[in-house]
């Protein structure tokens, strides 16, 4: 009788596991068919929709014993639609995410570690520091396969027109260059019209992985392996060059402070901000909306000390630890992920691939649309400075947000950011580090 118990128990466990996270069809007869995987997707473009649909179809032609089911997930709601499924045990096997969400997933242990199941051609095609981005204590939670520089868009006749250097990644305008052009391209632009746009209504991001390039790290690892915020230098130089351009020279507007990139658009393709730092991916968006006639380019954004680097939290392939076909979900990342595949997601995405191979793909290293200045800019990306970080999401909501955006639009000086930043946010750290 127990014996029976505990197979009927074991039973109805494998139903709910097959119920949540895909599972083994059965055929006419009873008999074990099919294996069922559920990717989540947060692929939004229509261009980067099709592309995943394409190859989840490909995958299931060529590959009839393990079936993937497309699911549409949403970027706005990942986080704690993740975090929801993984505590309600309906977590989807493969996971479309992006690396600095993988933090509290990883420590948690709701993530494979994927260090003995990844095939050695795709471990070798990453490069390491792409690899840094989703390595948290020893174990490796994510595939990281898309990456997006921050650039900056720009008017081409404006800029021409103005006389000033235009800059390239091979010589690229350091910050104080870059401030000056902002201050003397307003000039001869007229009354209402700005040099520089800053949509900054998610400013946590922007200022720490552009910050990269004046030597700011903002969190700091102690001898037992802790995050501690310190406020340097290098951290202010970027906050500084913007909260100066808003607030002193008035060549960027306080008006676009609380907006998201698409909101500045059109203010671009009229003529009133002749630039706007972006991700690389909003090129999309001004292929398909910029006026007839419009002309733009693709620039680096500035260089300090540290060069061209940057943060980056790459889009990144994870498996569910609960999942029970974690090598059918790998054979499927690898698929998913071989070069020439790798290539039509970052085009479907406008983004630039991992890959050391796709990155050597042609139709990468065209003018047309900035194609090459984004992947001259490939080598220089780094881990966003808080990937490693627990408790980053919170200290970003409530701490680091309002206190970048009242920097931003002037109404604290940088000694009172310094201050929130470090004193209101080594103890939410803290917190998550016990």
Known sequence: ???????????????????CFGGAERDGDGRAGRVVLRFQSLAW??????????????????????????????????????LTSFEGGEAPDIIHDASDDLADFAYGG??????????????????RRSWETVTFGDGVYGVPFLQEPRVIMANKKILRSSGVRIPTPARPWTWPEFRQVTKELTATMGKGRYAVAWPLKEPVSVSLNLGLSAGGRLFHRGDDGKAEIRFTDGDAVMPGTVHAQVNTDRSAPRGTLGMGGSDTLPGFFGGRYAM???????????????????????????????????????????IAEDSPYKKEAVRFIDFLLQPRNMVRLARGDWMLPTGTEALKDPSLHTAK?????????????????????????EWKDKVATPA????YSGAIDARELEKRLVDDGNPVLARYQR
Do not use: C
């Not at 079936?67 to 970027?75: D, K, P």
């Not at 970048?404 to 920097?407: C, D, K, L, N, S």
């Open 369 to 393: 649309d900035g194609w090459a200045t984004g992947v001259a800019l490939a080598k220089d990306l780094r881990p966003a400075p808080a990937q490693w970080v627990r408790g980053y999401p």
């Open 45 to 82: 473009q229509k261009e980067s929709v099709d592309a995943n649909k394409e190859l989840v179809a490909e995958w299931n032609a060529a590959h009839p014993g393990i079936r993937v089911e497309y699911v549409q997930g949403s970027w706005d709601s990942v986080h704690d639609q993740l």
């Open 276 to 318: 706007v730092p972006l991700g690389f991916s909003y090129r999309q968006q001004i292929v398909r909306q910029a006026p007839e006639g419009f002309e733009w380019m693709v620039l680096p954004a500035p260089a300090g000390d540290g060069g061209l680097a940057q943060g980056v939290s790459p889009q990144t392939l994870s």
């Open 404 to 407: 970048f955006q009242e920097f």
């Open 110 to 127: 709701y993530l494979a570690d994927l260090r003995g199941l990844l095939p050695a051609r795709l471990k070798a095609d990453i490069p």
């Open 1 to 19: 009788m127990r014996g029976r118990a505990l197979t009927a128990a074991a039973a109805a466990l494998a139903l709910l596991l097959a119920g």
